[in-house]
């Protein structure tokens, strides 16, 4: 097992970049994983909380599932934030919502 001392102490430095693509393909799978979880669960009319967006102020936002689409999600936003209205119809990314 790869440890992050070992990694930290040079152990590993001829396979960093092995290890880095391995992480990013890692995360990248948890990420669909997620977001499959999310499509099969989220209905329309379901209430959502939007998360990992930019602009970071649109985060936090309660919105409400009017539409789905492959891996996207189309919210209609339950209040307002800088130049995002109430009631402003948005897509988003599955990965971005967080069921209430």
């Known amino acids: 097992m790869i ?7 040079g152990t590993y ?5 092995q290890i880095a693509a391995a992480c990013h393909e890692r995360r990248k799978l948890l ?7 999310t499509m099969a669960t989220v209905q329309v009319g379901t209430m959502v909380r939007l998360k990992g967006l930019r602009p ?4 936090g ?3 409400k599932v009017v539409g789905k689409r492959r891996t996207k999600l189309s ?11 109430r009631g402003m119809t948005i897509i988003v990314p599955s990965s971005c919502v967080e069921v209430e």
């Open 13 to 17: 430095d001829s396979a960093l970049d």
């Open 31 to 37: 990420r669909n994983a997620k977001a499959a979880v």
């Open 56 to 59: 970071k102020y649109i985060n």
């Open 3 to 9: 440890s992050t001392t070992d990694i930290l102490n």
């Open 75 to 85: 919210v209609c936003l339950d209040e307002s934030r800088q130049r995002y209205l």
């Open 61 to 63: 936002v309660r919105a």
